[in-house]
Protein backbone atom coordinates (compact mmCIF):
# COMPACT_ATOMS: atom_id res chain seq x y z
CA UNK A 1 0.00 0.00 0.00
CA UNK A 2 2.95 2.06 0.91
CA UNK A 3 4.12 2.15 -2.55
CA UNK A 4 0.51 2.47 -4.34
CA UNK A 5 0.30 5.49 -2.24
CA UNK A 6 4.00 7.27 -3.52
CA UNK A 7 2.89 6.15 -6.95
CA UNK A 8 -0.20 8.11 -6.77
CA UNK A 9 1.63 10.87 -5.42
CA UNK A 10 4.55 10.52 -8.21
CA UNK A 11 1.56 10.83 -10.92
CA UNK A 12 -0.06 13.74 -9.10
CA UNK A 13 3.58 15.23 -9.84
CA UNK A 14 3.76 14.11 -13.09
CA UNK A 15 0.35 15.81 -13.74
CA UNK A 16 0.93 19.21 -12.30
CA UNK A 17 4.30 19.23 -14.04
CA UNK A 18 2.19 19.36 -17.66
CA UNK A 19 -0.49 21.44 -15.97
CA UNK A 20 -0.37 22.95 -12.37
CA UNK A 21 -4.04 24.13 -12.34
CA UNK A 22 -4.94 20.75 -13.32
CA UNK A 23 -2.34 19.39 -10.30
CA UNK A 24 -4.81 21.43 -7.84
CA UNK A 25 -7.13 19.23 -8.37
CA UNK A 26 -5.22 15.93 -8.42
CA UNK A 27 -3.91 17.78 -4.88
CA UNK A 28 -7.27 17.64 -3.67
CA UNK A 29 -7.80 13.50 -4.25
CA UNK A 30 -4.33 13.15 -2.06
CA UNK A 31 -5.40 15.19 0.29
CA UNK A 32 -8.52 12.97 0.93
CA UNK A 33 -6.20 9.53 0.56
CA UNK A 34 -3.69 9.82 2.59
CA UNK A 35 -5.51 9.53 5.79
CA UNK A 36 -7.04 6.74 5.01
CA UNK A 37 -3.95 5.00 3.53
CA UNK A 38 -1.26 6.02 6.65
CA UNK A 39 -4.32 4.15 9.08
CA UNK A 40 -4.14 0.99 6.87
CA UNK A 41 -0.18 0.97 6.87
CA UNK A 42 1.77 -0.91 9.08
CA UNK A 43 3.09 1.35 12.21
CA UNK A 44 1.08 4.64 10.62
CA UNK A 45 3.97 6.47 10.13
CA UNK A 46 3.55 10.20 10.06
CA UNK A 47 5.41 10.14 6.76
CA UNK A 48 2.33 9.09 4.37
CA UNK A 49 0.87 12.39 6.05
CA UNK A 50 3.44 14.64 5.07
CA UNK A 51 3.93 13.16 1.55
CA UNK A 52 0.44 14.38 0.77
CA UNK A 53 1.99 17.86 0.53
CA UNK A 54 4.87 16.53 -2.13
CA UNK A 55 2.57 17.40 -4.92
CA UNK A 56 1.77 20.56 -3.90
CA UNK A 57 5.13 21.61 -3.59
CA UNK A 58 5.42 20.95 -7.41
CA UNK A 59 2.22 22.98 -7.65
CA UNK A 60 4.20 25.87 -6.30
CA UNK A 61 7.07 25.51 -8.58
CA UNK A 62 5.58 24.96 -11.48
CA UNK A 63 3.07 28.11 -11.49
CA UNK A 64 5.75 30.34 -10.14
CA UNK A 65 7.96 29.25 -13.13
CA UNK A 66 5.48 29.53 -16.10
CA UNK A 67 3.16 32.53 -14.84
CA UNK A 68 6.94 34.69 -13.82
CA UNK A 69 5.05 37.48 -16.14
CA UNK A 70 1.80 37.19 -13.83
CA UNK A 71 4.10 37.14 -10.65
CA UNK A 72 5.79 40.17 -11.15
CA UNK A 73 2.51 41.99 -12.12
CA UNK A 74 1.00 41.06 -8.79
CA UNK A 75 4.63 42.94 -7.16
CA UNK A 76 3.62 45.62 -8.94
CA UNK A 77 0.14 46.00 -8.31
CA UNK A 78 0.34 45.23 -4.28
CA UNK A 79 3.66 46.59 -3.00
CA UNK A 80 1.88 46.18 0.48
CA UNK A 81 2.33 42.60 -0.01
CA UNK A 82 6.17 43.37 -0.42
CA UNK A 83 6.16 45.60 3.05
CA UNK A 84 4.36 42.83 4.66
CA UNK A 85 7.13 40.14 4.02
CA UNK A 86 9.72 42.07 4.56
CA UNK A 87 8.15 43.04 8.66
CA UNK A 88 7.32 39.50 8.82
CA UNK A 89 10.97 38.13 8.09
CA UNK A 90 12.14 40.56 10.60
CA UNK A 91 9.84 39.57 13.25
CA UNK A 92 11.14 35.72 12.79
CA UNK A 93 14.99 36.55 12.65
CA UNK A 94 15.43 36.79 16.41
CA UNK A 95 13.36 32.96 17.16
CA UNK A 96 15.54 31.67 14.14
CA UNK A 97 18.24 33.01 15.78
CA UNK A 98 16.91 32.02 19.07
CA UNK A 99 16.46 27.84 18.08
CA UNK A 100 19.93 27.41 16.22
CA UNK A 101 21.60 28.94 19.31
CA UNK A 102 19.35 27.51 22.51
CA UNK A 103 18.98 23.72 21.01
CA UNK A 104 20.97 20.79 19.85
CA UNK A 105 19.87 19.84 16.03
CA UNK A 106 17.86 23.58 16.44
CA UNK A 107 18.31 24.98 13.18
CA UNK A 108 16.09 22.09 12.27
CA UNK A 109 13.49 23.79 14.06
CA UNK A 110 13.97 26.78 12.97
CA UNK A 111 13.75 25.81 9.24
CA UNK A 112 10.32 24.17 10.08
CA UNK A 113 8.91 27.37 12.25
CA UNK A 114 9.91 28.84 9.46
CA UNK A 115 7.90 27.39 7.01
CA UNK A 116 4.68 27.18 8.62
CA UNK A 117 4.82 31.01 8.68
CA UNK A 118 6.27 31.47 5.46
CA UNK A 119 3.57 29.10 3.64
CA UNK A 120 0.90 31.57 3.93
CA UNK A 121 2.46 34.29 1.60
CA UNK A 122 2.95 31.27 -1.14
CA UNK A 123 -0.91 30.58 -0.79
CA UNK A 124 -1.34 34.44 -0.79
CA UNK A 125 1.05 34.19 -4.69
CA UNK A 126 -0.44 30.94 -5.59
CA UNK A 127 -4.14 32.17 -5.32
CA UNK A 128 -3.30 35.10 -7.41
CA UNK A 129 -2.14 33.24 -10.43
CA UNK A 130 -4.88 30.38 -10.11
CA UNK A 131 -7.92 32.74 -10.38
CA UNK A 132 -8.62 33.37 -14.00
CA UNK A 133 -12.24 34.14 -13.92
CA UNK A 134 -15.19 33.15 -11.52
CA UNK A 135 -15.85 29.72 -13.08
CA UNK A 136 -12.01 28.95 -12.25
CA UNK A 137 -12.69 29.37 -8.54
CA UNK A 138 -16.72 27.69 -8.76
CA UNK A 139 -15.12 24.75 -10.64
CA UNK A 140 -12.24 24.42 -7.54
CA UNK A 141 -15.28 24.60 -5.02
CA UNK A 142 -17.50 21.86 -6.68
CA UNK A 143 -14.30 19.19 -6.97
CA UNK A 144 -13.39 20.10 -3.21
CA UNK A 145 -16.85 19.50 -1.95
CA UNK A 146 -17.80 16.23 -3.75
CA UNK A 147 -14.14 14.50 -3.48
CA UNK A 148 -14.58 15.75 0.88
CA UNK A 149 -18.22 14.96 0.37
CA UNK A 150 -17.93 11.15 -0.53
CA UNK A 151 -14.73 10.72 2.03
CA UNK A 152 -17.31 12.31 4.68
CA UNK A 153 -19.52 8.60 4.59
CA UNK A 154 -16.77 7.67 7.07
CA UNK A 155 -18.16 9.94 9.66
CA UNK A 156 -21.98 8.04 10.45
CA UNK A 157 -20.10 4.78 9.52
CA UNK A 158 -18.15 5.19 12.59
CA UNK A 159 -20.97 7.24 14.59
CA UNK A 160 -22.95 3.89 13.88
CA UNK A 161 -20.49 1.69 14.85
CA UNK A 162 -19.36 0.15 11.53
CA UNK A 163 -16.31 -2.17 11.41
CA UNK A 164 -14.67 -0.51 8.93
CA UNK A 165 -11.10 -0.53 7.50
CA UNK A 166 -9.62 3.44 8.30
CA UNK A 167 -12.54 4.71 10.35
CA UNK A 168 -11.16 6.35 14.02
CA UNK A 169 -8.15 7.90 15.63
CA UNK A 170 -4.90 7.32 14.79
CA UNK A 171 -3.74 6.17 17.76
CA UNK A 172 -5.85 7.80 19.83
CA UNK A 173 -9.78 7.59 21.59
CA UNK A 174 -10.89 11.57 21.52
CA UNK A 175 -13.50 11.62 24.44
CA UNK A 176 -15.41 14.83 25.93
CA UNK A 177 -16.18 14.52 29.54
CA UNK A 178 -19.28 16.81 30.13
CA UNK A 179 -21.43 16.71 32.96
CA UNK A 180 -24.47 13.92 32.78
CA UNK A 181 -22.68 12.15 29.20
CA UNK A 182 -19.83 11.97 27.29
CA UNK A 183 -18.93 12.64 23.54
CA UNK A 184 -17.07 10.46 21.31
CA UNK A 185 -15.32 12.79 18.68
CA UNK A 186 -15.50 11.00 15.13
CA UNK A 187 -12.73 11.47 13.06
CA UNK A 188 -14.43 9.23 10.38
CA UNK A 189 -11.91 8.64 7.24
CA UNK A 190 -9.76 11.45 7.89
CA UNK A 191 -6.89 11.67 10.93
CA UNK A 192 -8.67 13.30 13.83
CA UNK A 193 -12.02 15.08 14.47
CA UNK A 194 -10.19 18.59 14.11
CA UNK A 195 -9.18 17.61 10.12
CA UNK A 196 -12.68 16.51 9.49
CA UNK A 197 -14.74 19.03 10.95
CA UNK A 198 -12.25 21.60 8.92
CA UNK A 199 -13.17 19.99 5.77
CA UNK A 200 -16.79 19.55 7.06
CA UNK A 201 -17.21 23.34 7.63
CA UNK A 202 -15.18 24.18 4.27
CA UNK A 203 -17.79 21.79 2.60
CA UNK A 204 -20.77 24.11 4.25
CA UNK A 205 -19.14 27.61 3.36
CA UNK A 206 -18.59 26.00 -0.71
CA UNK A 207 -21.73 24.76 -0.66
CA UNK A 208 -23.45 27.83 0.01
CA UNK A 209 -21.47 29.79 -2.13
CA UNK A 210 -22.33 27.29 -5.03
CA UNK A 211 -26.11 27.42 -4.27
CA UNK A 212 -26.07 30.91 -3.92
CA UNK A 213 -24.79 31.22 -7.84
CA UNK A 214 -26.62 28.45 -9.01
CA UNK A 215 -29.85 28.29 -10.97
CA UNK A 216 -32.58 26.49 -8.74
CA UNK A 217 -32.25 22.80 -9.22
CA UNK A 218 -28.54 23.08 -8.84
CA UNK A 219 -28.73 25.39 -6.08
CA UNK A 220 -30.75 22.79 -3.89
CA UNK A 221 -28.55 20.09 -4.96
CA UNK A 222 -25.47 22.07 -3.75
CA UNK A 223 -27.83 22.97 -0.33
CA UNK A 224 -28.00 18.98 0.07
CA UNK A 225 -23.99 19.08 0.42
CA UNK A 226 -24.41 21.87 3.21
CA UNK A 227 -26.90 19.61 5.02
CA UNK A 228 -24.12 16.73 4.67
CA UNK A 229 -21.33 19.16 5.96
CA UNK A 230 -23.53 20.43 9.01
CA UNK A 231 -24.07 17.10 10.14
CA UNK A 232 -20.84 15.42 10.02
CA UNK A 233 -19.50 19.06 11.50
CA UNK A 234 -21.63 18.02 14.77
CA UNK A 235 -20.47 14.55 15.31
CA UNK A 236 -16.46 15.60 14.58
CA UNK A 237 -17.65 17.17 18.38
CA UNK A 238 -14.91 20.15 17.50
CA UNK A 239 -16.77 23.47 18.74
CA UNK A 240 -13.89 25.48 17.29
CA UNK A 241 -15.15 24.24 13.82
CA UNK A 242 -18.63 24.87 14.61
CA UNK A 243 -18.05 28.51 14.85
CA UNK A 244 -16.14 29.09 10.99
CA UNK A 245 -19.23 28.78 8.70
CA UNK A 246 -21.30 31.09 11.58
CA UNK A 247 -18.69 33.73 11.08
CA UNK A 248 -18.70 33.39 7.54
CA UNK A 249 -22.13 34.30 7.66
CA UNK A 250 -21.75 37.07 9.99
CA UNK A 251 -18.51 38.13 7.91
CA UNK A 252 -19.97 38.07 4.90
CA UNK A 253 -23.34 40.16 5.94
CA UNK A 254 -21.42 42.75 7.48
CA UNK A 255 -19.22 43.48 4.60
CA UNK A 256 -21.69 43.17 2.05
CA UNK A 257 -23.74 46.22 3.99
CA UNK A 258 -20.08 48.10 3.68
CA UNK A 259 -18.56 47.03 0.61
CA UNK A 260 -21.79 46.65 -1.74
CA UNK A 261 -22.55 43.74 -4.26
CA UNK A 262 -24.89 43.34 -6.81
CA UNK A 263 -28.54 43.93 -5.53
CA UNK A 264 -29.80 40.66 -6.94
CA UNK A 265 -26.72 38.50 -5.87
CA UNK A 266 -26.68 39.58 -2.48
CA UNK A 267 -30.30 39.24 -2.27
CA UNK A 268 -29.90 35.97 -3.26
CA UNK A 269 -27.16 35.42 -1.18
CA UNK A 270 -28.82 36.41 1.61
CA UNK A 271 -31.83 34.13 1.49
CA UNK A 272 -29.84 30.80 0.84
CA UNK A 273 -27.38 31.46 4.06
CA UNK A 274 -30.60 32.54 6.00
CA UNK A 275 -32.48 29.45 5.02
CA UNK A 276 -29.33 27.14 6.00
CA UNK A 277 -29.32 28.71 9.31
CA UNK A 278 -32.90 28.36 9.56
CA UNK A 279 -32.44 24.39 8.87
CA UNK A 280 -29.60 24.26 10.87
CA UNK A 281 -31.27 25.78 13.90
CA UNK A 282 -33.95 23.51 13.47
CA UNK A 283 -32.36 20.21 13.35
CA UNK A 284 -30.15 20.92 16.12
CA UNK A 285 -33.13 21.68 18.03
CA UNK A 286 -34.89 18.59 17.16
CA UNK A 287 -32.07 16.68 17.79
CA UNK A 288 -31.42 18.10 21.25
CA UNK A 289 -35.03 17.07 22.26
CA UNK A 290 -34.36 13.79 21.57
CA UNK A 291 -32.04 13.70 23.43
CA UNK A 292 -28.91 13.60 21.14
CA UNK A 293 -25.34 14.46 23.10
CA UNK A 294 -23.82 15.93 20.06
CA UNK A 295 -26.17 18.26 19.66
CA UNK A 296 -26.19 19.24 23.18
CA UNK A 297 -22.81 19.92 22.83
CA UNK A 298 -22.50 22.08 19.87
CA UNK A 299 -25.61 23.89 21.21
CA UNK A 300 -22.73 24.86 23.72
CA UNK A 301 -20.75 26.47 21.25
CA UNK A 302 -21.82 29.76 21.68
CA UNK A 303 -22.45 29.67 25.65
CA UNK A 304 -19.26 28.68 26.61
CA UNK A 305 -17.04 30.60 23.91
CA UNK A 306 -16.38 33.65 26.62
CA UNK A 307 -14.87 30.95 28.83
CA UNK A 308 -12.95 29.27 26.44
CA UNK A 309 -11.59 32.60 24.81
CA UNK A 310 -10.05 33.98 28.24
CA UNK A 311 -8.80 30.44 29.25
CA UNK A 312 -7.25 29.72 26.29
CA UNK A 313 -6.32 32.99 24.50
CA UNK A 314 -5.83 35.51 27.26
CA UNK A 315 -4.46 33.62 30.18
CA UNK A 316 -2.12 31.18 27.57
CA UNK A 317 -0.46 34.17 25.99
CA UNK A 318 0.22 35.12 29.71
CA UNK A 319 1.48 31.98 31.06
CA UNK A 320 3.43 32.00 27.34
CA UNK A 321 5.36 35.17 28.08
CA UNK A 322 6.13 34.16 31.82
CA UNK A 323 7.22 30.72 30.02
CA UNK A 324 9.58 31.79 27.67
CA UNK A 325 9.86 35.54 28.51
CA UNK A 326 9.43 38.28 26.45
CA UNK A 327 11.91 37.51 23.50
CA UNK A 328 10.17 33.97 23.25
CA UNK A 329 11.59 30.56 23.57
CA UNK A 330 12.75 29.93 19.56
CA UNK A 331 11.03 29.54 16.32
CA UNK A 332 9.66 25.61 15.79
CA UNK A 333 9.16 25.25 19.61
CA UNK A 334 5.55 25.22 18.85
CA UNK A 335 4.60 23.42 15.88
CA UNK A 336 4.43 20.07 15.71
CA UNK A 337 6.98 18.94 13.93
CA UNK A 338 8.83 19.27 17.19
CA UNK A 339 7.65 15.94 18.24
CA UNK A 340 9.41 14.43 15.11
CA UNK A 341 12.60 15.59 15.28
CA UNK A 342 13.40 14.86 18.62
CA UNK A 343 14.60 18.10 19.34
CA UNK A 344 14.54 18.73 23.27
CA UNK A 345 13.79 22.35 24.23
CA UNK A 346 13.61 21.85 27.64
CA UNK A 347 11.13 23.29 30.20
CA UNK A 348 11.34 26.85 28.66
CA UNK A 349 9.59 26.22 25.48
CA UNK A 350 7.52 23.21 25.95
CA UNK A 351 5.10 23.95 23.04
CA UNK A 352 1.77 23.24 24.79
CA UNK A 353 -0.31 26.34 23.63
CA UNK A 354 -3.28 25.29 21.70
CA UNK A 355 -4.12 28.91 20.62
CA UNK A 356 -2.15 30.93 17.86
CA UNK A 357 -1.44 34.10 20.06
CA UNK A 358 0.47 31.82 22.46
CA UNK A 359 2.00 29.61 19.68
CA UNK A 360 3.42 33.16 18.61
CA UNK A 361 4.55 34.44 21.96
CA UNK A 362 6.43 31.23 22.61
CA UNK A 363 8.31 31.14 19.62
CA UNK A 364 8.80 35.06 18.79
CA UNK A 365 7.77 36.98 21.52
CA UNK A 366 6.07 40.07 21.96
CA UNK A 367 8.58 42.26 19.48
CA UNK A 368 7.65 39.42 17.08
CA UNK A 369 3.85 39.52 17.52
CA UNK A 370 3.75 43.52 16.86
CA UNK A 371 5.54 43.00 13.80
CA UNK A 372 3.45 40.08 12.63
CA UNK A 373 0.02 42.17 13.59
CA UNK A 374 1.41 45.24 11.32
CA UNK A 375 2.29 42.74 8.47
CA UNK A 376 -1.06 41.42 8.85
CA UNK A 377 -2.16 45.11 8.39
CA UNK A 378 -0.35 45.61 4.73
CA UNK A 379 -2.16 42.42 3.84
CA UNK A 380 -5.25 44.26 4.82
CA UNK A 381 -4.90 47.11 3.06
CA UNK A 382 -3.53 45.10 -0.22
CA UNK A 383 -7.52 43.24 0.74
CA UNK A 384 -8.46 46.73 0.29
CA UNK A 385 -6.71 47.78 -2.64
CA UNK A 386 -8.03 44.68 -4.29
CA UNK A 387 -11.71 45.52 -3.44
CA UNK A 388 -11.19 48.89 -4.68
CA UNK A 389 -10.18 48.11 -8.46
CA UNK A 390 -13.25 46.43 -9.12
CA UNK A 391 -17.08 48.19 -9.20
CA UNK A 392 -19.38 48.43 -7.05
CA UNK A 393 -22.14 46.52 -8.64
CA UNK A 394 -20.13 43.64 -9.88
CA UNK A 395 -20.79 39.90 -8.51
CA UNK A 396 -16.49 39.85 -9.16
CA UNK A 397 -16.62 41.95 -5.72
CA UNK A 398 -19.53 40.19 -4.41
CA UNK A 399 -17.44 37.07 -4.92
CA UNK A 400 -14.37 38.86 -3.17
CA UNK A 401 -16.34 39.12 -0.04
CA UNK A 402 -17.31 35.88 0.25
CA UNK A 403 -13.70 34.71 -0.11
CA UNK A 404 -12.93 37.75 2.76
CA UNK A 405 -15.88 35.68 4.72
CA UNK A 406 -14.29 32.21 4.26
CA UNK A 407 -10.64 33.32 5.45
CA UNK A 408 -12.51 35.39 8.40
CA UNK A 409 -14.05 32.14 9.39
CA UNK A 410 -10.53 29.62 9.22
CA UNK A 411 -8.81 32.54 10.83
CA UNK A 412 -11.16 32.23 13.80
CA UNK A 413 -10.11 28.93 13.88
CA UNK A 414 -7.04 29.41 13.84
CA UNK A 415 -6.74 32.09 16.85
CA UNK A 416 -8.22 29.70 18.79
CA UNK A 417 -6.64 26.29 17.64
CA UNK A 418 -3.84 26.65 15.17
CA UNK A 419 -2.66 22.96 14.74
CA UNK A 420 -4.53 22.08 12.32
CA UNK A 421 -2.57 24.58 9.78
CA UNK A 422 0.72 24.91 11.20
CA UNK A 423 0.71 21.06 11.44
CA UNK A 424 -0.68 20.71 7.89
CA UNK A 425 0.83 22.95 5.44
CA UNK A 426 -1.68 21.67 2.69
CA UNK A 427 -5.06 23.35 5.55
CA UNK A 428 -2.96 26.78 5.14
CA UNK A 429 -2.21 26.66 1.87
CA UNK A 430 -6.06 26.30 0.83
CA UNK A 431 -6.80 28.71 2.98
CA UNK A 432 -4.34 31.31 1.78
CA UNK A 433 -4.78 30.31 -1.95
CA UNK A 434 -8.45 31.19 -1.16
CA UNK A 435 -7.29 35.05 -0.01
CA UNK A 436 -4.66 35.04 -2.96
CA UNK A 437 -7.90 35.03 -4.90
CA UNK A 438 -9.27 38.16 -3.72
CA UNK A 439 -5.93 39.91 -4.69
CA UNK A 440 -6.51 38.27 -8.39
CA UNK A 441 -10.20 39.48 -8.87
CA UNK A 442 -9.52 42.67 -10.16
CA UNK A 443 -7.56 40.69 -13.48
CA UNK A 444 -10.93 38.77 -13.69
CA UNK A 445 -13.31 41.84 -13.55
CA UNK A 446 -10.29 43.65 -16.35
CA UNK A 447 -10.71 41.23 -18.52
CA UNK A 448 -14.64 40.70 -18.51
CA UNK A 449 -14.79 44.55 -19.02
CA UNK A 450 -12.32 44.49 -22.18
CA UNK A 451 -14.84 41.42 -23.42
CA UNK A 452 -17.88 43.62 -23.26
CA UNK A 453 -15.94 46.44 -24.33
CA UNK A 454 -14.74 44.65 -27.72
CA UNK A 455 -18.78 43.06 -28.40
Not at 123 to 137: I, K, M, N, P, Q
Not at 332 to 341: D, E, F, P
Not at 422 to 429: E, F, H, K, T
Amino acid sequence: MEYAFLTLVALCCFVTVMNWRVGLYACLIIDVVRDPIRKLVDDQPVWVTIAGAIPWMVVMLRAFHTEQTEFRAMVVRYPQMLQALGVFLVALAPGFFLSCVLYPSGYILAFIGAASYLGPFVGLALGYLFVREEETLFRFFKAYVLVNSVAMIGTPLEFLNYDVPALGGIRVDWIRYREGYTVDLITGFYRSPDVMGLHAAHIMMFGLILASRARSLFAAGWLTTVLWGAACLVLCGRRKMIAIPAIFILTYLGLSLFYGAPRRVRAVTRIVFAGAVAVGIFLLVNAGQHGNEYAEYASTTLSELPDRLSRNVIEGAQVSVRQSGVLGGGLGTGTQGRYYTGVQTGRAARGWQEDAIGRILLEVGVPGLVLMLLSGWCVLRSFQEALSLVPRESSVRDLQLLLIAVVAGDLASFLVAHQHFSGDPVSALIVTLLAGCVLGAPRVSADRSSMIAAR
